[in-house]
């Protein structure tokens, strides 16, 4: 066996005070604060503002974005909804100089079973938002990656140099019986490197928002893992968490290392798993917080990962930093079995699998229990995740309700909002070139703009850019897309079926005969014949009531739904 390298841990805490509220009084010149994160109304008039404000973006799609002074933001007047100091977010080692000569958690948690049934990762993103990934370790081998993103610089360089990241991500994935280094729990996982801090252990707290809003809008992560805490409860922090649990994302976070009953930000939010640290025997570790932010505890002792100093380096660390990564592994098994799942939905797994340590029942040390990936699979396994139609409630006894399950759970498109599917409302242009997009599977960054009327910033973007270069979509003109108004089903048709065409599927192609079955047949627009004859004789398009193609109506988003999910069981995509 190689002699591994032995290097002092590093555990991701951030703790800061951050005063909140909406148009709050400015902070003291002893607090501690880089500028202000800014929060605007949505109207024109602000948009409008924007362009001489100064202010440097954040996440315009959801209105955020960062003052250097006061000055700047009593500028924008009412178009303000809140502000608040953009505090700078410290790291805080503990070192361990114990080497473990073998990964004593896995056998503690029982990850074989889950080894045993498939359950590696296959098909999840997880967002690791951490300090980077050194992506080239030997140990990372035949690993799926993503490019990610560093938010501090703006570029793709999201290499590590500081470890701790390197260390995260080694626990999660870390490749499996190649011959060197350690097993990783999810090693068939493609990890999505988010680098929110450098080579300093100080960082705002806005690269880390902004990070949330890449995993979720950019890169479409199932998972968020988050080692890391501030002991300020900041509002855009906890609205950029909403906004990931709202799109089905689980977050999991680290509680804290102080030891104490201090609550830390965000596992403290009722929609994040806290995770606290135990030992070899299971007892919870000193550095471990005692508060009603753990859920769930798992080890954080004597934990052994890679190292970012050489590609073949491994360190011994310790902290509840890297106990979260042992039950992102578990989030990341639960997406794989149903990709539909929620955050509500993994906890009441780990509430009904986890190991109860301490008191019985839940106690602020142990929270539920201690992680165990036996029982948590048998429990998943048995689990009644409910219908789409508990989920959202205005699909109840709809006609395409088991289609529009079937798009959701294969994370084609969700919702309007958490709790309402609008079955009835009309599918946008934007909202089609999306879903296709996503049932390709393929990368769709880095393609050119070619349509005036789409941003680079709009969320539909790099859709439309993709859906452009490779001929499936066209605008309405030469230089516009038309990003929100209705698709017609004409319109759905010809992009099927150049998609179909783009990707080699074997398409049945039909004469005009078919058409005359409709009694509006004939009105199907020239252009549009060859792809609405292909669309009905593969029984994609049945036609409304039986009897009327409706050509150039509004394709319904219930309608894209069934269609969707034949043209997948027609051709095999996704």
């Known amino acids: 066996m190689k002699k591994r390298a032995i290097i002092l841990a590093l555990a991701l805490l951030i703790s800061a005070a951050l005063p909140t509220g909406a148009l709050a009084a400015a902070p003291s010149a002893e607090d501690d604060h880089s500028g202000y994160i800014v929060k605007l109304r949505e109207s024109e008039s602000a948009v409008r503002l924007l362009s001489n404000s100064g202010l440097d973006e954040l996440s315009s799609r959801h209105g955020l974005y960062k003052a250097d002074s006061l000055d700047q933001i009593e500028r924008l007047g009412g178009e303000v909804e809140y502000y608040e100091p953009d505090c700078m977010a410290t790291l805080f080692e503990l070192p361990n100089d114990t080497y473990a000569e073998k990964q004593w958690n896995l056998s503690k948690l029982g990850v074989e079973s889950a080894w045993s049934k498939g359950y590696t990762g296959a098909g999840v993103k997880v967002a690791i938002i951490d300090s980077g990934v050194s992506s080239l370790h030997e140990d990372f081998e035949g690993v799926s990656f993503e490019r990610g993103k560093n938010l501090i610089d703006g570029s793709h360089d999201v290499s590590d140099e500081m470890g701790h990241g390197t260390f995260v991500a080694g626990v999660i994935a870390a490749a499996c019986n190649n011959g060197v280094g350690i097993a990783g729990l999810c090693d068939e996982v493609t990890l999505v490197p988010l680098k929110s801090f450098s080579s300093d252990n100080r960082t705002s707290v806005t690269y880390i928002i902004s990070a949330i809003y890449e995993a979720v809008d950019t890169f479409d992560c199932d998972v968020i893992n988050l080692s890391l805490g501030m002991d300020a409860n900041v509002r855009s922090l906890r609205e950029a968490i909403d906004h990931a649990n709202a799109n089905g994302v689980i977050v999991v976070s680290a509680v804290g290392n102080s030891g104490t009953s201090q609550l830390q930000y965000p596992a403290a939010y009722e929609n994040v798993i806290g995770v606290g640290s135990i030992d070899k025997t299971g007892r919870v570790t000193s550095f471990s917080q005692k508060n009603e932010s753990v859920f769930v505890v798992a080890p954080g002792v004597d934990i052994i990962s890679l190292s970012n100093e050489r590609n073949n380096a491994y360190f011994v660390g310790e902290g509840t930093s890297y106990s979260a990564p042992h039950v992102t592994a578990a989030a990341i098994m639960l997406k794989q079995y149903a990709p539909s799942s929620t955050t509500e939905d993994f906890a009441e797994l780990i509430k009904l699998s986890a190991r109860d340590g301490g008191a019985l029942g839940y106690?602020?040390?142990?929270?539920?229990?201690?992680?165990?990936?036996?029982?948590?699979?048998?429990?998943?396994?048995?689990?009644?995740?409910?219908?789409?139609?508990?989920?959202?409630?205005?699909?109840?006894?709809?006609?395409?309700?088991?289609?529009?399950?079937?798009?959701?759970?294969?994370?084609l498109f969700n919702g309007i909002s958490e709790s309402e599917f609008a079955p009835e409302q009309p599918m946008t242009r934007a909202m089609f070139v999306t879903v296709l997009s996503r049932m390709s599977g393929e990368q769709i960054k880095g393609f050119p703009m070619v349509f005036s009327d789409v941003s680079e910033s709009d969320w539909f973007a790099q859709p439309a850019a993709w859906g452009s270069a490779t001929g499936i979509v066209s605008g309405v003109s030469e230089s516009r897309f038309d990003p929100n108004g209705s698709i017609t089903r004409e319109q759905m048709a010809a992009m099927l079926y150049r998609y179909a065409n783009a990707f080699g599927l074997h398409a049945i192609n039909a004469s005009s005969a078919g058409l005359g079955d409709f009694s509006d047949?004939?009105?199907?627009?020239?252009?549009?014949?060859?792809?609405?004859?292909?669309?009905?004789?593969?029984?994609?398009?049945?036609?409304?009531?039986?009897?009327?193609?409706?050509?150039?109506?509004?394709a319904k988003r219930c309608e894209v739904a069934a269609i969707i999910q034949r043209f997948i069981s027609t051709f095999g995509q996704n």
């Open 363 to 411: 106690d602020t040390y142990y929270g539920y229990g201690a992680l165990d990936f036996e029982a948590f699979i048998e429990t998943m396994e048995s689990y009644d995740f409910g219908n789409i139609e508990q989920r959202y409630p205005d699909l109840a006894g709809h006609w395409a309700a088991d289609s529009i399950d079937f798009c959701v759970s294969h994370k």
């Open 521 to 554: 047949g004939a009105s199907v627009s020239e252009w549009a014949k060859s792809a609405m004859q292909w669309a009905v004789a593969n029984g994609l398009i049945t036609g409304r009531g039986g009897a009327m193609l409706c050509p150039q109506e509004g």
